[in-house]
């Protein structure tokens, strides 16, 4: 088992640009979650999905934001146009469905938005 | 809603301290607790996890008692080491009006000093 694969692992990029963070989960797992993590807010939640299907996205920060999963083990997170507050660690996650069954995180995407 | 609150770190150890990180937690229902840790450059791992009041998780030498009574879920360990240096999150999952997601502390830095 490979675990949750993220890439890429750093992307840099200017201020307007369309970045594309993608996500592999581990097979079997039917709950995807995206993370943000910055040193002033934490772990904040962005968007999760059970079975393909956004369940909740309320912690989107706004429409720059969008998440898909095209099938049961991929998704991305794009932000378009990208802004210097969006730099921060992005993390995916995947589950079973349950609310005993742990999260598997993958080891992050490290964006920087100049 | 459903929240935790971990003692503010960071907190600083010389090896084979006993560690105590303080979480408590508020939600309505039955929820699973869980720590996770997150070592530099990496995602979060769970540490440990219990699903019922009472149950004690243990992993590593770390252990967390669930207690209802008094909302907590502290993680203990009796000598820490170097190695243990990292982010310690305290997470919840399931209880009334949860839908699946886990909802997470804001994390506790811990360094132990050889």
């Known amino acids: 088992d490979a675990g949750v694969i993220q890439s890429p692992r750093h992307e840099v990029t200017e201020m307007g640009q369309e970045v594309t963070l993608r996500c592999k989960l581990i097979s079997g797992h039917n709950s995807l979650f995206w993370y943000r993590q910055t040193m002033m807010r934490g772990l904040e939640l962005l968007i999760y999905?059970?079975?393909?299907?956004?369940?909740?996205d309320s912690g989107m920060p706004e429409d720059r934001f969008s998440a898909k999963m095209p099938n049961a083990s991929f998704s991305t997170l794009k932000i378009q146009p990208s802004e210097p507050r969006d730099s921060a660690v992005y993390f995916c996650?995947?589950?079973?469905?349950?609310?005993?069954?742990?999260?598997?995180f993958g080891n992050g995407t490290r964006l920087t938005v100049t | 809603g459903n929240s935790v609150t971990q003692m503010e770190g960071p907190v600083t150890l010389s090896e084979e301290a006993f560690l105590t990180i303080n979480c408590t937690y508020t939600?309505?229902?039955?929820?699973?607790l869980f720590w996770y840790v997150q070592y530099p450059g990496e995602g979060l791992q769970l540490l440990l996890k219990?699903?019922?009041?009472?149950d004690k998780g243990s992993n590593k030498g770390f252990e967390a008692t669930y207690r209802k009574e008094t909302t907590s879920f502290h993680l203990e360990k009796g000598s820490v080491q170097v190695s243990d240096s990292a982010v310690y999150f305290c997470a919840l999952s399931g209880g009334s009006g949860n839908t699946g997601k886990l909802i997470f502390g804001q994390g506790t830095t811990l360094q132990v000093k050889p």
């Open positions: 999905f059970n079975n393909n299907v956004p369940i909740d």
């Open positions: 939600a309505t229902g039955y929820p699973s």
């Open positions: 996650a995947s589950s079973s469905q349950g609310q005993n069954s742990p999260l598997h």
């Open positions: 219990a699903t019922k009041a009472d």
